[in-house]
């Protein structure tokens, strides 16, 4: 699931001397995911763990999800989303934000700006992944699963399903694809086989 509303990506998330914060979830936020899994206990009564990125949006998403299924939540730094410019850059890539006349991905698949490069997420990811999948298989038997963490990682998700099915696809080129035709709202839930 994609986390709640979050102060992200705005000025404010940036601060005087060019450091993203990390601002947690809005009351809006934080009402969404109360809403959520109110909402959607059949879908979920099968999670047995909850797998979260370690930005404080997500992680105050899965812990209101966790108390509300009593799970456990095992935050994974590698569900990050796409490592940003930190310092003076950061606010010189905020500013170029407001200004492009292209969606950020377009900024951001191609490494530009001080962006982590796309291959390496791609690959992060997917190591990430099966790393989660090989532990759930180990510890407990196949059982439901629930990723807490950010569009970017579902869009990684699509790409190396894509590529699974169709090794020749040029990872880019799918990205790309997979970026226009995916926007998922926040606190949104998806099925998905990993």
């Not at 108390?67 to 905020?94: K, M, Q, Y």
Request: hydrophobic letters at 40%; a negative charge; proline letters at 5%.
């Amino acid at each position: 699931m994609r986390h709640g509303e979050n102060i992200w990506p705005t000025m404010e998330a940036i601060t005087c001397d060019g450091y993203i914060t990390d601002l947690g979830l809005t009351p809006e936020g934080e009402e969404q995911i109360h809403i959520l899994v109110s909402d959607s206990t059949g879908i979920l009564s099968s999670v047995k763990t909850i797998y979260s990125s370690t930005t404080l949006r997500t992680l105050e998403t899965a812990k209101i999800m966790a108390n509300r299924l009593g799970v456990c939540v095992i935050p994974i730094d590698d569900l990050r989303s796409v490592d940003l410019p930190l310092g003076p850059l950061a606010i010189e890539t905020a500013q170029r934000f407001k200004k492009a006349e292209k969606p950020w991905y377009d900024m951001w698949l191609p490494g530009d700006w001080g962006y982590e490069d796309f291959y390496s997420f791609i690959d992060r990811v997917d190591v990430t992944l099966k790393i989660i999948s090989n532990n759930q298989l180990f510890n407990t038997g196949p059982n439901s699963i629930l990723l807490v963490c950010h569009e970017e990682i579902f869009w990684a998700i699509e790409v190396i399903r894509r590529l699974n099915v169709s090794p020749n696809l040029d990872k880019l080129e799918t990205m790309r694809s997979v970026a226009s035709e995916f926007t998922i709202p926040y606190a949104t839930i998806i099925e998905l086989e990993i």
